[in-house]
Antibody
Framework: QIQVVQSGDEVKKPGASVKVSCKAS????????MNWVRQAPGQGLEWVGG????????KYAQTLEGRVTMTTDTSTSTAYMELRSLKSDDTAIYYCAKGLSGSLFSYMDVWGKGTTVTVSS | QSVLTQPPSASGTPGQGVIISCSGT????????VNWYQQLPGTAPKILIYSVSQRPSGVPDRFTGSKSGTSASLAISGLQSEDEADYFCSSWDHSLNGWVFGGGTKVTVL
């Protein structure tokens, strides 16, 4: 079945970087977009950005532009999200979510279980 | 502050219905489709309604989505205890060039 499995929880200090992975299985990886969505404790959902694995096109949330980079490794069907210059406000659960198609305009139909990133001194 | 506006909570007794509103602008709901996600306690979100009113396979027809102008709604009829969850609306925003979400509505079955 289609699933996306995320890497383990992370604890980072302010100013550090974190790289979260998301390994896909059960479908042709480079035919479907991969989005990243985060959820701060007790808060709503915030789109971080997305990538088209076929051509590497990315879109990032304007509030995170310059600090976030999304990449993919099609040989291992894995997507990555790196966030730099971490602040306490970046503490959240980070979800990867597969798009219904290669376009980032399609809704997210399969979600990972989430990776908790805690930023604390 | 979320781009889309939802009421923070809604409630009903088993069997009753609730309606959750989602208000946006011409740059998102007014010019894009709307999706709804359900998040059960302690779990990842799950797609509930896509393209305003379409239900993925397995979603009961008790869940109905609609849209008018710059607002959308999710109606849940025949409330059941397993419907207790947070519900989020979402739409593509052409000005921000990205997905935007509502703040979420917590549905409680009394």
């Amino acid at each position: 079945q289609i699933q996306v499995v995320q890497s383990g929880d992370e604890v980072k200090k302010p100013g550090a970087s974190v790289k979260v992975s998301c390994k896909a299985s059960g479908y042709i990886f480079n035919r479907f977009a991969m989005n990243w969505v985060r959820q701060a404790p007790g808060q709503g959902l915030e789109w971080v950005g997305g990538i088209n694995p076929y051509n590497g096109d990315t879109k990032y949330a304007q509030t995170l532009e310059g600090r976030v980079t999304m990449t993919t490794d099609t040989s291992t069907s894995t997507a990555y999200m790196e966030l730099r210059s971490l602040k306490s406000d970046d503490t959240a659960i980070y979800y990867c979510a597969k798009g219904l198609s290669g376009s980032l305009f399609s809704y997210m139909d399969v979600w990972g279980k989430g990776t908790t990133v805690t930023v604390s001194s | 502050q979320s781009v889309l506006t939802q009421p923070p909570s809604a409630s009903g007794t088993p069997g009753q219905g609730v309606i959750i509103s989602c208000s946006g602008t011409s740059s998102n709901i007014g010019s894009s489709s709307v999706n709804w996600y359900q998040q059960l306690p302690g779990t990842a979100p799950k797609i509930l309604i896509y393209s305003v009113s379409q239900r993925p396979s397995g979603v009961p027809d008790r869940f109905t989505g609609s849209k008018s102008g710059t607002s959308a709604s999710l109606a849940i009829s025949g409330l059941q205890s397993e419907d207790e969850a947070d519900y989020f609306c979402s739409s593509w925003d052409h000005s921000l060039n990205g997905w935007v979400f509502g703040g979420g509505t917590k549905v409680t079955v009394l």
